[in-house]
C-alpha cells in the first residue's frame, strides 16, 4: 500500500527554496509519492502541463515517485508524448506512473486543442496503441483514422517501463484498461463501485490475454482539519462548477482517524495506490495530516 498526496497550484510558485521545502517535507514525513494533474485550459483558462510538472518534481528530489494522474494523452500527439516519457526515465528511471483519462468536464479544452469532443475517446485509444508499440521499442508503420506514422520510433526505449494506466468509470475505462493499460486509476468512486471496475478490469484483461494488471489506485478529495467539510466544498464547487452535495458521499473531511476510516474500504477492495487531494488551512498542515492518514491506514493492515 502506498499513500501520497496532490500538489498541483502548490508547486507553481517562483521560489525555489519554498517549492524545495514542500517536496522535502512530503518525503520527510514518509509519504510515499505526489501526484499532479494536468489540464491544458480548465473552466476559462487554468491548467498545467502534468509531464512539465512531474518533472519538476522529480528533478527536484532524489527519491520521491510521482503519478500523472491523469493526463490528458488524446490532446497530444503519441510520438512527442513517447518522447516526453523516454526523456524523463533518463532523468528519473523508473519514478514515474502515467495515469491517462479522456477529460470532458470542460469540453472547450478539448475543442480548443484541435480535438473533437465526440472522438476524443477514439483518439486516446489510437494513442494509447502507439505509446505502448513505441515503448516496446518497435519502429512501426501506423495508419490510423487520428495518426500516420511512418518508421516511427523513440530511444532510448525507457527502462523501466512507465505503468500506462487508465483512468475513468464504466465499460469504456474497463475496456481501455483490458485492451492497454497496466492498471487503472478511480476518483469519485463509491466503495462498491471500485471494488467492482477492480473485478471487471481482472476479468477483461485475462479474457484479452494480456498480464494481469498489477497497479490499482484511487485519487480521493480529502478535507483535514476544523472545518475542512466548508473548505473542500468551497474547493469542489470552484473547479468542477457543480454543488458540493454531488461530491459529498466519495469525499472524505474530518480528523485523520475520520479520512482514514472512509479509505479503509477501499484498501481491502484492491487500492494499493492512495492519492489524497487535501483540502487544508495549509498545505504544509495538509502533509502532516496526510501522513498521519498514513500510519493509521498501515497500522491497521495485518
Known amino acids: 500500500m502506498k499513500i501520497g498526496v496532490a500538489l498541483n497550484e502548490e508547486l507553481l510558485i517562483p521560489d525555489p527554496v519554498a517549492r524545495q521545502r514542500l517536496l522535502d517535507h512530503v518525503a520527510d514525513v514518509g509519504l510515499d509519492h505526489v501526484t499532479t494533474g494536468d489540464h ?7 491548467g498545467f ?3 512539465v510538472s512531474a518533472t519538476s518534481i522529480l528533478t527536484s528530489h532524489p527519491n520521491l515517485n510521482v503519478i500523472v494522474g491523469v493526463y490528458l494523452a488524446a490532446l497530444r500527439h503519441p510520438v512527442l508524448t513517447a518522447r ?14 502515467l495515469g491517462v483519462g479522456v477529460g470532458g468536464e470542460d469540453r472547450s479544452e478539448i475543442s480548443n486543442a484541435g480535438v473533437d469532443p465526440a472522438t476524443r475517446g477514439q483518439r486516446l485509444d489510437e494513442t494509447l496503441e502507439v505509446l505502448r508499440r513505441l515503448a516496446a521499442g518497435e519502429t512501426i508503420d501506423h495508419e490510423g483514422k487520428f495518426f500516420s506514422l511512418r518508421k516511427a520510433n523513440i530511444l532510448p526505449v525507457p527502462e523501466p517501463s512507465v505503468p500506462l494506466v487508465v483512468g475513468g468509470s464504466g465499460d469504456v475505462a474497463v475496456r481501455r484498461t483490458a485492451a492497454y493499460g497496466d492498471g487503472w486509476l478511480g476518483i469519485f468512486c463509491s466503495v462498491r463501485r471500485f471494488a467492482d471496475t477492480v473485478s471487471r478490469v481482472r476479468s477483461a484483461t485475462a479474457e484479452a490475454g494480456r498480464p494481469a494488471p498489477t497497479w490499482f489506485g484511487l485519487n480521493m478529495w480529502c478535507g483535514l482539519g476544523d472545518g475542512s467539510r466548508e473548505l473542500l466544498d468551497r474547493r469542489l ?11 459529498e458521499h466519495v469525499t472524505a473531511a474530518g480528523t485523520p482517524e475520520e479520512v482514514a476510516a472512509k479509505l479503509a474500504p477501499y484498501i481491502d477492495t484492491g487500492a ?11 498545505i504544509h498542515q495538509g502533509i502532516d495530516d496526510a501522513a498521519e492518514v498514513r500510519r493509521l491506514l498501515q497500522a491497521a493492515q495485518p
Open 40 to 46: 491544458i485550459s480548465f473552466h476559462g483558462g487554468n
Open 49 to 51: 502541463d502534468g509531464l
Open 84 to 97: 516526453q516519457l523516454s526523456t524523463i526515465s533518463q532523468l528519473a528511471p523508473g519514478r514515474l506512473v
Open 272 to 282: 494499493e495506490n492512495l492519492t489524497l487531494i487535501v483540502a487544508a488551512d495549509s
Open 237 to 247: 464547487e470552484a473547479l468542477y462548477n457543480l454543488p458540493a452535495e454531488r461530491f
